[in-house]
Every structure is written in C-alpha cells, then in structure tokens.
C-alpha cells in the first residue's frame, strides 16, 4: 500500500488496516468469499463503489496478496478475480466484523443487500435441529438474475453454500431477496409463501432452512 496511507504502526491491527482498510476492499472480500467474480458482479454487488475505486481496491490487493487475477479459457473468455489462500482467512474477521455491527441500528441509505451477502447470512447463522445426515436446496432469487442461483447442503454441522445448485436438490426455493431475509427465524412458510415465493419439493426442507437462519436481533447498544 502507498506509505502515505499506511498507519506506520508495527502492531497487527495496524497492518491489517494498512492491507484491507481501504474503503470497498473488505467488501470484495465478502464478495468473492463465494468464489470467483468478474469485474462487472463486483460493480452490481457494489453498486455505490465508482469503476476507478473498485479498480484502484483490486489492483491494491492483488498487489498485497490478498486476492489474484485470472483469465478463464474459452468458451467463458474472461478474467476473473478470486482469493487467494491467504485472503480466505479473512472470512472470520468479515464474519465477525457483520456480527458485531448488528447491534448498531442501520441508517436510512443502507438498504441495499447483495446477493452474497444473503448467501452469508444462510452459512453463518444456520443452526441445525435435527438429525437428518443431509439435505440440498436450489435457491433462486428473482430479483438477482442467474447471480442469485445458489446451491444450499445442509448438515447436522450446518450449511454449505455454494454458487453452483445441486442436479437433483430435495427442494427449491424461489423467491425474492428482501423475502427471504425477512423470512429467517420463521417456523413456517406462511409468511414467505404469502409474499410471492415458490416453493417445491420437500417442503420440511425449506422449513428447517429458514427457521433455523438465526441471525442476532438488533439491540442498541448507545
């Protein structure tokens, strides 16, 4: 990182800033977090960040390790930004970081949600109940395009998530991204089958999903 933005202190903390504390640059973290992007996903999934600021974000942490470019080969042709070993030990701070500001309420202008970070929420805060080996979900979201197309496996350890869907999933979920936030922690599907969704397969398993997504309630803490 250029000195004259660096803390020039030897702790770790102050290191780490020096290498993530940029604006934008942990939310690319999260946003690869999943696997890799193009340019144009991180611009949709960070809509506020300028082009000149994502770049100027990649180019420095690539630069630092923190992220690498590559070129997928035909018949994709594009170059893709993913993490590196190193950079996926962030996913603990980002966690944590997200967790932590919760107990602060949101502003007015904070309403934009990306899709990863829905996704994140499921992998977090998922808590089983129940003894079953294993169960897979297809989960679209509408309003995200085939971006929000993610394949969910849920375990007695928890839930795994990943951008490619299960061939043949015990369930599929189609709905909105607002509707499935608002519909963690419910115990049935009233709410979110009143709100649009569809759902098929094994009901059970879209049940146990969503009322076991326990994200922290917000309390204020001023």
């Known amino acids: 990182m250029p000195v004259q933005r660096g803390y020039r202190q030897a702790c770790g903390v102050a290191r780490g800033l020096d290498i993530v504390g940029e604006r934008w640059s942990l939310l690319v973290v999260r946003e690869l977090l999943f696997g890799p992007k193009r340019f144009t996903d991180l611009q949709q999934a960070l809509p506020a960040a300028s082009p000149n600021a994502l770049s100027d974000r990649l180019r420095e942490l690539a630069d630092v390790g923190v992220i690498s470019r590559r070129h997928l080969p035909p018949p994709a042709n594009v170059r893709v930004y993913e993490l590196t070993a ?35 929420s499921i992998r977090t805060y998922f808590v089983p109940s129940w003894q079953r080996p294993q169960a897979t979900l297809r989960i679209e979201l509408r309003d995200k ?32 991204t607002n509707g499935l936030l608002a519909a963690f922690g419910d115990h049935d599907l009233t709410g979110l089958v009143a709100a649009g969704a569809a759902v098929s397969g094994d009901r059970e398993v879209i049940r146990h999903l969503i009322a076991n997504v326990r994200v922290p309630a917000h309390q204020d803490v001023r």
């Open 86 to 120: 190193w950079g996926r030990g962030l996913e603990p701070i980002v966690v944590a970081l997200g967790t932590w500001a919760l107990a602060a309420p949101p502003t007015a202008e904070q309403v934009f949600v990306s899709v990863d970070s829905v996704m994140l």
């Open 145 to 176: 395009g085939l971006g929000g197309v993610f394949g969910v496996r849920l375990t007695s350890a928890g839930a795994e998530v990943a951008h490619e869907p299960p061939e043949q999933p015990d369930a599929v979920l189609a709905t909105t």
